[in-house]
């Protein structure tokens, strides 16, 4: 209920949205749980396992009942904390994990057999017989397992990526993190204030006290105005710090469109802060006590209650009764008192507590049990004359403040154990450049949190060499927390130490009696700690309870480790910008449009796009198409964009020398004017890529490397050039996409380039010549080489000229009965000719399996060249490169496939091969493949099988020579 | 204690206070038999099967922080034998089979589900590999089936098939292929090896090896000097170091793989999916959270955590492969220490050293082999003799280069794969 | 993560390539031992490590990074072809 003269919401403006279809009015600036709490809604969830009912327990986004389904089809969006979800106009909230309602729940029945699913029950059942398991058992589990649903639709909202650099990171903008941020944004520091909540402040929206005879929540705004004008800071309201990572990196989720009924723009974005320093404000989480049937609707952490009384004006009860172990929640009920909520009893479990006027102490008492299945009803509290039951609507409790260290220990800081406050305290350091203060420091009074706000910001400031202004510490309250520590109320039942899955004092104590004794053990048996909220209110009772039951202390039982993040994450959010085809680039030649204007089939060739092939008119299938244009370059011209080759401009006087040691074979003697195929290894002896260079000048190279391994023989001889042979005079870049090339491959070729050329190619025009050329004023670049074993060229112009280039060669070559052709009549070319590609080069061959053992010279040194000699990279036994012709009834072949003796069966111990590439090839009008077999080049002539089970392809096969077609080479060459 | 559900409904029934320790918390007593470094998957799978099957009981696990700490308590859970080179296939291979009895020889539920998994393939190359690949696991006698992209449609409706970077061609698929509870295997083994007398000694850190003439005879560890026999080292992740306490150098360079876990959802992906092409992989837990991962970060670490921009490809890939996971929030990251050996495969070795043992570098793909893993070792300790089904895996081949087992092909040195 | 590259100053982990521990090259014929040294085996140390970066997305400069293996703090970076020993 609301409470009169309460709360900050300052407009008052009424707000309607539903719940499970119902309808409510909240008031502007509510979070959907203090208006549901204003409503006297209180059944808002069920947990995980026992489907108990729940409600809201706490005020800030470690919340682990009170999460809700917001929206519907491809918005829905499930596990929303109702204390983080601000309401505005038309939100539709749903709750979860319940059939077929919340208040009715047939999972419910969970809770009855709640004996027989203590912690770790499934790993001693289920087990027989052997097939249930996959059939019944774990169907059953898995229908039964998570909390909302996913919509099963694409994501349809925008999420967004974002870098952001400062000098200083300050999160949470409570009092210390205010103080924190005005003395740096004074001193001149770039700062950056981050607040996971809407509105920034902290818990001085949530307290009564001054803070220079001002209201807290004044104090606040007064200072929020002074940082909000200064143009050195950036205030990042709604956004969690949820990540810290290396060098000042902090991971961050700023929620830009969840409290916006109108989705313009992103929902969120997920920002990559890098800062020279940071000031770690983030306050400290109440913690509950454990007692029997502690997780009944109604029962709330007592700061929570504050919460919603002192910043929504609302009342979660009309009867309260509060119970602490510390002074803090005599806070809880001297707030409510002044506001006029009946206070019905203040337990404190310390003997020694402080007087309290106004409402009955119950001093050494523990509330030992509550009762109000969808609500609570009332509390048994036993003191030392009984026990005794109290009737009341909303039990407020305080096992103390753990502070929130979580981010400490992204980086593998251990927390350590403060017995005065009895939690764990930042291990000073844990992080790189962050200074811890306030609150999650263990400062729990005002005063000391502005003074350590104040501090921080000045040692931070020395690091980054800013002098930090003087600045008087503001007059605040100085009263000392005072706490002993209560974990679990000694008793019968259940009793909860982790809400949303259920693991109660009896299931920790259980897993200390299997001797699941370390805390990672009981953590991970138990389940304590390991859903949506990570535990954060969880882990140091749970920890405690521990402790106790294996007889040890509590910081001999250590923590389990906080990892990021600090609280969940989209998916959508991390990986923005992704969708689609956002995931990685995409890169197009130059002909691009007009082979799709030509309706060609563009596949994606790595990062490129590249031409299946050319569709004519009345052609139905692809072979078809494919064998047309293998036809028209076999008999006339054909014309192919290779632009995506890597290609390499090496130059200097030492550039010769360098190519000697990269590739196996000798560049230095290549003649200016030749061009020479070359093959790489790596270092370890196997080969890496293969190409042909050409030497345009004395001190002047043009390298291309495969489509696959371009970038990464640019990196290699970056690697060799700066790292091995710094005192080679060689300089190189890439040139890839500086020019477009095209392949000109026939008997024809020569004929299109006379056409075109302003000087025709004479007789010193050899096979492997190169040279520059001129056509239609652009200076080209021309080298003789093959890839199709006919008589071919390839020519290169600068990449704005690619386009009219290509259109101009394909019209050239129709006019010669030729034309485009496309990746699959390339690839069926080179089969035929025995030539290679990374089918074939696939990073397991050496040189030897290839036939071009000869081609790594004996006379020099030179990449790979040492361990390409063991023993095991030149064994005859080793599968060799060769041609595969079908001999039976079958004839086809598939890549894919393995090759074993005529008459043995089709086993791995068996296995003599596999085959890399096939195709049917119209030239020789055969299917032919090429296949790496044991003993290979020793075996032309036997017939082989080869079998591929996947496609229930078994085929007899002749092992023949690698080069089909044309084995002399003088189509080529004529 | 024998589990089963009589004995859950008994102990239910009567206020659960008949459960008796998983296993003991022996003190270390001065001299074993075999002393095994490591309270990992792969130690305690190896004292357990060398108690089973080859009666050695006077065993020592020596872990120094709690057992199943390791990679097999931080991993995908991923379990299949898909792989296709000599050497991987057989070994996998028997380590599915050995999975698929595991629940019945530990008499412990470690929940393996054969949902199937499938590998995806996004261009005619990647296929003609995936085909090699099937068809190398059907010669080993496992299972494979060749899908297209109907196929592939069928099973996995929620794939973005119009839209993605890279179209789907279709996929491998491994219907044995799944998942299992991690923990539990770690747990499963752990009380069986108990049950036979191994002592698990926990909070028991290696600080020396003692070796005398070439010949092993103990180690010395912070809870006291302990006499050995035989001596195993399986600490992947520290295996750098611990080799080193014998004056090893070994082929590792450790690296962090970081993984995540959604918060629990109502099942929506019901197999294991593989997409290469963006080093992404997923399955969603009997408990409701997608589990998914990604490439390793790409450098060394001992750090067990990773940093932001493998986290954000990661959740790209999965953004462009079904981005109907984004509302699917990431509840917790992690990282693991990774052994990466130069060609992706391990080693399970003697060493030059009598006496002592390596099992280690299993890189990214550990914790599949737990259950081969430890019972092919024990065969090795015990026999002196490898098991037929892991004789690839030797750690002379990287200096001979036989037998070279590089199932990646990015080539068989350090960080190329 | 972010590294110093001593050209572009420091730049996030994202622009760089990753290679591993700075080795110096055996020659030829340093035998079996020296080369199964250089490309297999690793001293793979727990703790301050040499080891080779490519600022690929930067300016190409390979760089010797000295870095600790279990708090990725960074001590050092300078050019690989000055580095060279």
């Known amino acids: 209920m609301r409470v009169a003269g309460k709360g900050l919401l300052n407009t008052g403006r009424s707000v309607p949205f539903t719940f499970d279809g119902v309808r409510y009015d909240g008031i502007e600036g509510d979070t959907l749980a203090s208006a549901l709490l204003a409503n006297d809604v209180k059944l808002v969830g069920r947990s995980f396992k026992y489907h108990r009912p729940r409600g809201v327990l706490s005020a800030g986004s470690e919340e682990p009942n009170a999460l809700v389904t917001i929206g519907s089809g491809a918005q829905k969006d499930p596990n929303v904390r109702a204390t983080v979800q601000e309401i505005h106009a038309g939100l539709q909230a749903h709750s979860q994990n319940r059939w077929p309602s919340l208040a009715f729940d047939a999972m419910a029945i969970n809770n009855l057999a709640a004996p027989f699913l203590g912690a770790g029950f499934y790993y001693k059942t289920f087990m027989w017989p052997k097939a249930f398991w996959e059939k019944l058992y774990e169907p059953v589990i898995r229908r039964a397992a998570g909390l909302g649903g996913l919509s099963g639709e694409n994501c349809a909202d925008e999420y967004e990526r974002a870098f952001a650099f400062c000098d200083l990171l300050v999160i949470g903008a409570g009092p210390t993190g205010l103080m ?47 940082l909000g004008a200064m143009d050195n800071v950036r205030l990042m309201t709604r956004t969690s710090v949820v990540g810290v990572y290396d060098q000042g990196t902090y991971a961050a989720l700023e929620r830009v469109g969840h409290h916006k009924p109108h989705k313009a723009g992103p929902l969120e974005c997920f920002w990559r802060i890098v800062a020279k320093r940071c000031v770690l404000a983030a306050g400290a989480i109440e913690r509950p006590v454990a007692f029997r049937n502690n997780d009944r609707p109604g029962i709330m952490t007592a700061g929570a209650v504050r919460a919603y009384l002192n910043r929504w004006g609302v009342s979660p009860g009309k009867a309260v009764t509060v119970f602490g172990n510390n002074d803090d929640a005599h806070r809880t009920a001297r707030d409510l008192l002044d506001a006029g909520v009946h206070v019905a009893a203040l337990i404190d479990s310390r003997h020694d507590a402080p007087n309290f006027d106004g409402a009955q102490l119950m001093r050494g008492g523990q509330v030992c049990n509550a009762s109000g299945a969808r609500g609570i009803d009332a509390i048994t509290v036993r003191t030392a004359s009984g026990e005794e039951r109290i009737r009341t609507d909303c039990l407020a409790m305080s096992g103390g ?252 006087p030492d550039a010769a020398a360098f190519l000697d040691f990269v590739y196996t074979n000798m560049f230095s003697t290549l003649k200016v004017g030749r061009v020479r195929y070359g093959l790489m290894l790596r270092e370890d002896g196997y080969v890496m890529d293969d190409g042909t260079t050409a030497r345009l000048g004395e001190t002047h190279f043009v390298m291309t490397t495969t489509t696959a391994a371009a970038g990464e023989v640019m990196r290699h001889l970056d690697f060799v050039h700066q790292t091995l042979c710094p005192e080679l005079d060689v300089s190189f870049i890439s040139v890839t996409e500086q020019w477009a090339q095209f392949a000109i491959a026939g008997p024809k070729s020569r004929d299109l380039l006379n056409g075109l050329l302003e000087a025709p190619l004479g007789e010193d025009w050899p096979f492997m010549a190169c040279g520059s050329v001129d056509l239609m004023g652009v200076q080209g670049r021309l080298f003789r080489i093959s890839f199709s074993g006919e008589h071919a060229y390839e020519l290169a112009v600068p990449a704005r000229y690619g386009a009219a280039l290509f259109r101009e060669l394909v019209a050239r070559a129709e006019a010669l009965g030729g034309g485009p052709y496309g990746m699959e009549a390339l690839n069926v070319l080179r089969i035929e000719k025995g030539l290679l590609t990374h089918a074939e080069l696939h990073g397991r061959i050496t040189a030897f399996d290839l036939g071009l053992g000869r081609m790594v010279s004996a006379k020099k040194d030179c990449i790979g060249q040492t361990l390409s000699n063991r023993p095991g990279l030149k064994d005859p036994e080793r599968e060799r490169l060769v041609g595969l012709k079908p001999v039976g009834a079958i004839k086809q072949l598939m890549p894919g496939a393995f090759l074993f003796d005529k008459d043995a069966e089709p086993v791995r111990v068996n296995g003599q091969g596999y085959l890399t590439s096939a195709c049917y090839s119209p030239t020789v009008g055969s299917t032919l493949a090429l296949a790496f077999l044991k003993n290979g080049p020793e075996r032309h002539g036997e017939v082989i099988k080869v079998v591929d089970h996947l496609r229930g392809l078994e085929t007899l096969c002749e092992v023949v020579d690698p080069v089909f077609f044309d084995p002399a080479g003088g189509r080529a060459r004529g | 204690m024998r589990f089963s559900g009589f004995r859950v409904l008994k102990e ?406 | 993560m972010r590294l110093p590259c001593p050209i572009c100053g420091e730049r996030d982990r994202r622009e760089f390539y990753y290679k591993g521990a700075a080795l110096e090259r055996p020659a030829p014929d340093a035998g079996e031992a020296a080369w199964d040294d250089y490309v297999y085996l690793r001293e793979n140390p727990a703790g301050d490590t040499r080891e080779l970066w490519y600022h690929d997305g930067g300016c190409g400069a390979w760089l010797v990074v000295t870095r600790n293996t279990l708090t990725h703090a960074v001590i050092g970076a300078e050019l690989a072809s000055e580095a060279k020993a």
Not at chain 1, 566 to 585: E, T
Request: charged letters at 20%; glycine letters at 12%; hydrophobic letters at 40%.
């Open chain 1, 401 to 652: 403040w753990n502070p929130t260290v979580h981010l400490t220990c992204h980086m593998n800081g251990r927390p350590e154990w403060n017995r005065e406050i009895a939690a764990f305290v930042p291990k000073p350091g844990a992080v790189p450049g962050m200074v811890t203060a306030g609150a999650c420091n263990g400062a729990f009074s005002t005063a000391d949190c502005l003074q350590q706000g104040i501090d921080a910001a000045k040692i931070a400031l020395a690091e980054l060499g800013l002098t930090a202004p003087d600045t008087a510490l503001p007059d605040a309250d100085d009263a000392p927390y005072r706490i002993a520590p209560l974990w679990a109320v000694a008793g019968k039942g259940r009793a909860w130490l982790d809400f949303q899955n259920d693991v109660t004092v009896k299931d920790v104590k259980q897993a200390a009696t299997e001797n699941f004794r370390s805390v990672e053990h009981m953590k991970r048996y138990t389940t304590q700690g390991m859903a949506t909220d990570q535990g954060k209110s969880s882990n140091v009772g749970a920890l405690a309870v521990l402790a106790d039951a294996t007889g040890r202390g509590i910081p001999e039982t250590g923590t389990t480790t906080f990892r990021p993040p600090y609280s969940p994450v989209a998916i959508a959010a991390l990986g923005a910008g992704g969708q689609g085809d956002g995931f990685a680039p995409q890169r197009y030649t130059t002909s691009h449009k007009a082979s799709v204007e030509r309706g060609a089939p563009m596949v994606e060739v790595g990062l490129w796009y590249r031409p299946s092939f050319f569709p004519k008119p009345g052609e139905k299938t692809w072979r078809q198409s494919c064998d047309r244009e293998v036809g028209l370059v076999r008999e006339h011209v054909g014309v192919c964009d290779v632009s995506t080759l890597g290609k390499i401009d090496i130059q200097g």
């Open chain 2, 12 to 417: 239910g029934l009567t206020g659960n206070k008949g459960w008796t320790p998983h296993w003991r918390d022996p003190d270390p007593k001065p001299e074993y038999d075999v002393v095994i470094i490591g309270g990992g998957g792969h130690g305690l799978s190896t004292a357990y099967y060398l108690a089973k099957e080859h009666g050695l009981t006077n065993i020592a696990v020596l872990e120094k922080g709690y057992i199943g700490g390791g990679n097999v308590g931080r991993n995908t859970t991923i379990v299949r034998a898909n792989y296709f080179l000599d050497g991987n296939s057989e070994f996998y291979s028997h380590s599915l089979k050995l999975w698929e009895g595991l629940e019945q020889d530990l008499n412990y539920n470690v929940m393996h589900s054969q949902r199937g998994l499938i590998n995806l393939f996004h261009s005619d190359g990647q296929r003609d590999a995936f085909a090699r690949r099937g068809n190398a696991m059907i010669n080993q006698g496992d299972d494979a089936v060749l899908l297209d992209r109907a196929g592939v449609e069928k099973i996995l409706p929620y794939l973005d098939f119009d839209n993605g970077r890279f179209p789907i061609y279709g996929g491998l698929y491994h219907p044995r292929g799944g998942t299992a509870r991690h923990d539990a295997v770690a747990w499963g083994y752990a009380r069986g090896a108990d049950q036979r007398g191994v002592d698990l000694l926990q909070n028991c850190e290696v600080t020396g090896i003692d070796i005398e003439g070439g010949v092993v005879n103990g180690v010395q560890t912070t809870r006291g000097a302990i006499r050995a026999r035989k001596v195993a080292m399986v600490v992947a992740g520290r295996s750098s170091q611990v080799a080193a306490m014998a004056g090893m150098r070994v082929p590792v360079e450790s690296h962090v793989l970081q993984a995540f876990v959604t918060e629990g959802l109502k099942p929506v992906i019901d197999h294991v999916i593989s997409f290469g092409m963006g080093h992404f992989y997923i399955s969603q837990s009997d408990k409701g959270g997608l589990v998914f991962g990604g490439d390793i970060d790409m450098y060394a670490s001992y750090a067990a955590r990773g940093n932001l921009p493998i986290v954000e490809h990661v959740m790209e890939a999965g953004m462009t492969l079904m981005p109907m996971i984004g509302k699917a929030k990431v509840l917790r990251s992690w990282g693991g220490i990774m052994d990466m050996t130069p060609d992706g495969s391990p080693v399970i070795d003697k060493t030059h050293i009598d006496g002592l043992y390596l099992n280690c570098g299993w890189n990214y793909g550990g914790f599949k082999a737990v259950p081969a893993s430890g019972n092919c070792f024990a065969h090795l300790i015990a026999q002196d003799r490898y098991h037929p089904e892991a004789t690839g895996f030797q750690l002379d081949r990287f200096r001979t280069g036989y037998g070279v087992i590089d199932e990646e092909g990015t080539g068989a040195q350090h960080n190329l794969h």
């Open chain 1, 180 to 226: 924190a941020a005005l003395i740096a944004a004074r001193a001149g520091a770039d700062v950056i204030l981050a607040d996971e909540d809407f509105r920034m402040g902290g818990r001085l929206l949530a307290e009564t006290y001054e803070i220079d005879g001002l209201q807290g929540h004044l104090w606040a705004e007064q200072a929020l105005t002074e």
